[in-house]
């Protein structure tokens, strides 16, 4: 996730994301089995850890399965180097990117390996929130100005003496540190590994109504159960994060988009036709992830109950 360049348990692969996270190790060496079986109706799909992408590749997976005959299988791989896999052929398609610009032109436009596949349908930010229960206390708190006034109340036995920003995966792409540094905040990112163990500092914090600072994004089912309120950073503009080093502005607002590697786009059939359809809306992502993240239903489970109370949304997605 432009977290990310800045969602389940479908087969093994879906439960140990759950266990590991965005930080788990890349795959993009472990192509489908599936994958290029002479004559066999397959489809495989990347998926990354984080709820949300999960989400969309149960729905996909699921009506590839029961609507349109495919067999899928799913490969975990890291987002940069999905990017690598996907040019390869190693899968067919990614359903959530957040936005790799050097990717894109290297593969969509220079190599032309891989093919736009569309709005997913949800836009996603990536910013700094508090708990609303502390901003409601303190509302000053809310703008980066007034941030350093309260580090000495987000300091955590890991930020070294400062404010701790706390975030996720390394593996996401962030601009967290160089905000940090450029803005001149008394505070140290701390990373808690994955999205898992994020969610899982944030709500017992939340639990003991403690205040926190965090990097988090949106869609995310956790708003719903733990309220946030953004900070607000310096405005956004075109072109303020090109230098990574120089960054001192806020995340964009993304509409998130999928990619087909090229040669599948084309020769695809009914499979590429239907992932370049796939268009949802935030609401009906959360409401996936919320079943898998937080009533723990397995992707299918959770894909079976959608597809079930929304019939008018997909059945244009598979031709019927």
């Keep these: 996730m432009r977290v990310r360049t800045t969602s389940t348990a479908v087969t093994g692969a879906f439960a140990l994301l759950l266990l590991t996270g965005c930080g788990a190790a890349d795959m993009t060496k472990q192509a489908s089995p599936f994958a290029n079986a002479q004559g066999a109706k397959t489809v495989t799909l990347s998926v990354q850890s984080w709820v949300g992408a999960q989400a969309n590749v149960g729905v996909a997976q699921y009506l590839l399965e ?21 040019s390869q052929g190693r899968v067919d398609a990614i359903l959530e990117d957040w936005g790799h610009p050097d990717q894109e032109k290297r593969y969509v ?24 229960y502390f901003a409601k206390q303190h509302p000053d708190v809310t703008n980066w ?9 987000l300091r955590t ?8 920003l ?29 999205e898992a163990a994020q969610i899982t500092q944030m709500k017992q ?27 607000k950073l310096p405005a956004y503009k075109e072109g303020c994060d090109a230098d ?18 090229a040669d599948f786009a084309k020769t695809g059939g009914k499979a590429a036709a239907f992932l370049k359809k ?7 992502q959360n409401e996936v992830s919320l079943m898998i993240a937080n009533d723990k239903l397995t992707a299918q489970e959770a894909a079976k109950k959608w597809v079930e109370g929304h019939r008018s949304t997909w059945r244009g997605w598979v031709g019927a």
């Design 66 to 86: 029961h609507e349109l005959g495919y067999r899928v299988d799913t490969v975990q791989v890291d987002e940069v180097p999905a990017w690598d896999a996907l």
């Design 109 to 132: 436009t220079d190599k032309k390996t891989i093919a736009p596949g569309g709005d997913l349908g949800v836009t996603g930010h990536i910013g700094w929130y508090v708990p609303t």
């Design 145 to 153: 100005k007034n941030l350093n006034k309260y580090a000495d109340r």
């Design 157 to 164: 036995p890991e930020s070294g003496g400062k404010g701790q």
């Design 166 to 194: 706390l975030d996720g995966s390394p593996s996401y792409v962030t601009n967290d540190k160089a905000l940090v540094n450029n803005l001149k905040l008394n505070y140290q990112v701390v990373f808690a590994g994955s």
């Design 205 to 231: 914090f939340a639990k003991e109504r403690k205040p926190f600072l965090t990097y988090w994004y949106s869609p995310q089912w956790l708003f719903e159960k733990v309220p946030m309120t953004e900070v």
């Design 244 to 261: 990574a080093a120089k960054v001192a502005c806020a995340y964009p607002h993304t509409p998130l988009q999928k990619y087909l590697n």
């Design 278 to 284: 796939f268009k949802w809306t935030t609401e009906d």
